[in-house]
């Protein structure tokens, strides 16, 4: 596919997808969300690929929803929906979006329906994703961290949810994530108040895994992702990212049952007796995902 809003790269077994707007903070566009969800379908499908990074071009990872697409919002003569299904359609189509804009129409991923939306897709994704926040990320673009698997940040980072101050709401799905990466009265406030942080703060609450240098940071997150790439199973890692993400709907119990499974499946594999090979051997691992 050809891209616009986005740049699609790959070096060597990491896939980037950049937001690539930077004239307008890379301001988030019908035409960005469609080419950010095709991106992730071509690093999924791709068996070279290993990690994603999602990133933005110059000083900002994304600003939010561009303002001059929000004016073309429905104002207030829109209808109330009947029911869910019937908002669902209807913010696709202000969003220009499928009602379910799926990463995976066939649920080739075995994905559970929470992960094949709009948004969480990324959730589906079976490798792992990171955010490289390297400037400030508000609204929909820090929704999108968010879904990511791992957070880096720069120093230059800032966040906001900035609804409120939009006269909007806590937005596609975020009123589940937050909470759960941040805690319960942390995401009361940067709800609330659509307050501006700064990276140190996002790490003090746990929205970010790590605070780098802005001169060294895409060399310290190149450096995690091509570990992950080379160094650990990817059958592992997409078998852990799976369990992570549905243990949040699972007892203790039923995840304990589906790790036992796992393991088990895991024991016959290439990968484990590549794991063990490389280990006695004290050489490198060549992990093939089987």
């Known amino acids: 596919m050809d891209y616009h809003d986005i740049l699609y790269t790959i070096t060597g077994r990491v896939a980037f997808i950049t937001l690539n707007r930077p004239d307008r903070l890379n301001a988030w566009t019908r035409r960005m969300a469609a080419e950010v969800h095709s991106a992730f379908r071509e690093a999924a499908a791709d068996q070279s690929v290993r990690v994603i990074i999602l990133t933005g071009a110059g000083r900002g990872f994304c600003a939010g929803a561009d303002m001059d697409e929000l004016t073309d919002a429905p104002g207030p003569e829109i209808s109330v929906p009947h029911d869910n299904q019937d908002a669902e359609k209807m913010v696709s189509v202000i969003m220009g979006t ?15 329906p929470d992960f094949r939306k709009r948004y969480t897709y990324l959730q589906a994704v079976p490798k792992p994703v990171i955010a490289a926040i390297n400037g400030p990320a508000a609204g929909l673009g820090m929704i999108m961290t968010l879904y990511c ?4 940040a720069s120093e230059k980072a800032r966040f906001s949810t900035a609804f409120s101050r939009r006269g909007l709401i806590a937005e596609h799905g975020v009123s589940w994530m937050l909470p759960r990466i941040v805690g319960l009265s ?5 709800l609330f108040s659509a307050r501006l942080i700064d990276a140190r703060e996002a790490l003090s609450m746990g929205l970010v895994n790590r605070v780098i240098p802005e001169e060294k940071f895409m060399e310290e997150v190149w450096d995690y992702a091509n570990m992950l790439a080379t160094h650990v199973s990817p059958r592992s890692v997409a078998i852990m990212k799976k369990q992570v993400y549905e243990a949040q709907f699972q007892t203790l119990e039923e995840a304990a049952m589906a790790a036992d499974k ?20 004290k050489r490198r691992p060549e992990f093939t995902g089987s």
């Open 98 to 112: 499928p009602a379910d804009h799926e990463l995976d129409p066939d649920n080739t991923f075995d994905a559970r």
């Open 262 to 281: 796992a393991l088990l499946s895991s024991l016959s594999s290439m990968d484990f007796k590549e794991g063990v090979a490389h280990f006695l051997e």
């Open 149 to 152: 698997d791992i957070r880096f």
């Open 186 to 190: 942390n995401a009361m406030d940067l």
